[in-house]
């Protein structure tokens, strides 16, 4: 298995780490939340000017910490896609420069794979095939994962990531930025049944539901109808009860969903990943729900849920492994489908 | 110094390890590399890429830097902006990591700077020179900086650092920079051009000159380059970064 240095600037943390296959040599994470939390969310500008002046110094580190050599690097890594179009390119450029450097093979990786990969550090003897929950700030997808490269979307939202839908509640709520964390923390302290919300069920045509499509716009606007109810009565708003009831929606909104599909298309174990996985209640409502069915959950650890450079490198590692690499002009992209990924490689030498 | 076209002596092995100077320029659609050492610019070429500038730089550079090797870089040039903001970004942070990794100094210049010097070479002005250098920038604000040049001494100084400021408070600036710069008299420095730049490629628009009477941006910065080796200066490559206004 190849020893692979990644590099990940996907949206506003600047990421690098050294991983050979499933062993995470180094893994440093530059965040930049503080500089964006004044604004309530991600400046693109101001995150690709900190990524360039982060870089280096977050590169070095995560080279210093794995304690190896470049002769025993075998390849480089950057994120490519999907992601803010400034910060990608920060990373990708650095990647490319050590590529071009060192004559390492580059690898570009999809964002989303990576957060896949995150369950293969957190648990080595995962295999494919298995049901990838994926829940952050800009992605919610049900991915069957069959091999390496091999993916299909089962499930999506309709609108909202639902971890964009926690920044936008948070903020209803006067909570800040980033909205997951502070959602969760007061959530533990209200009453998830105290108000009944929409789960957000996806309409057929010819009748019935989506299975396993999601939508959290629906459920943002009840909760703004909620709070400008609760506002105009003149009492207190009960901001920890409206926060429970939010998060219990969402998280039993997801289980059903993940649970049903994973039962439809006969996947023994389920992993999740991305931001949202390190909630609380997603957590303990998906655990509940997959042992009673004798279904597998797989959790990564939480600096494996959020962006990071290690589950980027892991994916680059079992890329290179197989053959697969980069072309030296290869481009960023804002969206691309991961059923895509493999458009990203080319096989043979350098 | 004005920089003469030669030949590389062999190959790379033949050649003094760190014996060379690299120049990049990305700030506009325009990329410029140049590659030469203190007696002369080995190679000079500029791609017109557009967009394409993220995606060719690496393949291009590779390709231009052979058969020199990276470990023959005795420094590195980069221009700093004003310029586009993400093709500026690319070049700087190519530039950052290769200085970074080849532990060479990193000179990070102004687009504004370099072509005030540019300007003395192309008129020949070997004694000291102060010119007010402008370029657009959004919005109806203007880049403005006012220099000194001196080729014969190989000096470049800022009277008046770069800054973003309204067309409104620089043409104040212009009329009162005569008496007195940046709040300081100076006698004898009133300026004695104001060079207005083209915003994408950081030529003049106004004194144009045949493109053969006027050096080549790559040799300039080469130049500069070796100016500023020679009078001993060694930036490192985090103190350069791109300039925004």
Redesign the interface.
């Known amino acids: 298995m190849a020893t692979v240095l990644a590099i990940e600037t996907s949206c506003d943390e600047t990421a690098a780490a050294v991983v050979k296959k499933h062993h995470i040599f180094s893994s440093v994470v530059s965040s930049q939340i503080a500089i964006h939390q004044p604004y309530g969310g991600v400046v693109p500008?101001v995150a690709?000017?900190r990524h360039?002046?982060t870089?280096?110094?977050t590169?070095?580190e995560a080279i210093a910490q794995s304690g190896l050599g470049w002769s025993e690097i075998d390849g480089v890594a950057a994120t490519c896609a999907p992601g803010l179009v400034?910060s990608l390119?920060?990373g990708l450029?650095?990647a490319?420069?050590?590529a071009?450097?060192y004559d390492k093979p580059l690898i570009g990786v999809h964002h989303l794979e990576g957060h896949i990969y995150a369950s293969y550090l957190e648990q080595p003897d995962l295999a494919p095939p298995f049901l990838c929950l994926l829940v952050s700030g800009g992605h919610t997808s049900l991915i069957a994962v069959r091999d390496c490269g091999q993916y299909e979307t089962l499930g999506q939202t309709r609108d909202d990531a639902v971890g964009e839908a926690f920044d936008k509640v948070a903020r209803l709520l006067g909570l800040g930025y980033p909205g997951g964390p502070a959602i969760d923390r007061l959530a533990r302290e209200g009453n998830p049944q105290a108000f009944a919300l929409p789960e957000g069920n996806i309409s057929l045509p010819g009748g019935g539901y989506h299975p396993y499509d999601t939508s959290f716009s629906g459920l943002k606007t009840a909760v703004l109808r909620l709070t400008e109810s609760l506002k105009a009565e003149g009492a207190p708003l009960p901001i920890a009860d409206i926060a429970a009831s939010f998060q219990e929606t969402v998280a039993r909104s997801l289980t059903r969903r993940v649970i049903r599909c994973a039962l439809d298309q006969g996947f023994a174990t389920i992993v999740v990943g991305g931001g949202v996985a390190a909630n609380g209640a997603l957590r303990s409502h998906l655990s509940a729900a997959a042992s009673e069915k004798g279904l597998r959950v797989i959790f990564p650890r939480m600096d494996l849920c959020t962006d990071n450079a290690a589950m980027i490198a892991c994916a680059a590692s079992a890329h290179l492994s197989v053959g697969h690499h980069s072309?030296?002009?290869?481009?960023?992209k804002s969206r691309l489908a991961i059923t895509d990924v493999m458009s990203l490689y080319q096989s043979g030498h350098p | 110094m004005n920089l003469r076209a030669i030949e590389p002596q062999g190959n790379s092995d033949g050649l003094r390890s760190q014996s060379l100077g690299l120049a990049i320029d990305t700030s506009s659609p325009i990329l410029t590399l140049a590659l030469g050492s203190v007696e002369g610019v080995y190679r000079d070429q500029t791609w017109n890429l557009d967009r394409e500038i993220?995606?060719?730089?690496?393949?291009l550079?590779?390709e231009f830097i052979a058969p020199q090797r990276?470990t023959d870089l005795a420094w590195i040039l980069v221009l700093k902006g004003p310029g586009s903001?993400?093709g500026t970004?690319?070049g700087?942070?190519?530039a950052?990591?290769?200085a970074?990794?080849?532990k060479v100094p990193l000179f990070g210049v102004s687009n504004l700077a370099i072509a005030a010097w540019r300007e003395a070479i192309k008129l020949e002005i070997r004694d000291r020179w102060t010119v007010a250098v402008s370029q657009p920038g959004r919005l109806g604000y203007t880049y403005g900086a006012v220099y000194e040049v001196c080729q014969q001494a190989g000096t470049l100084t800022a009277l008046m650092p770069d800054q973003l400021v309204t067309l409104e408070a620089w043409n104040q600036t212009l009329a009162e920079v005569g008496r007195s710069i940046a709040g300081r008299s100076i006698p004898g420095r009133s300026i004695q051009m104001h060079l207005k730049l083209d915003t994408h490629t950081s030529n003049s628009l106004e004194n144009p000159t045949a493109p053969d009477l006027q050096p080549s941006l790559g040799t300039t910065l080469l130049g500069f380059g070796w100016q500023q080796w020679q009078q001993g200066f060694r930036p490192e490559?985090?103190e350069a970064?791109?300039y925004?206004g």
């Open positions: 500008e690709s000017r360039v002046e870089m280096n110094e590169v070095a400034g390119l920060v450029t650095t490319k420069t050590l071009m450097l072309p030296l002009d290869l481009g960023v | 993220s995606a060719q730089l690496h393949p550079l590779r990276w903001f993400t970004r690319i700087l942070v190519t950052r990591t290769l970074q990794q080849l490559w985090y970064l791109p925004y």
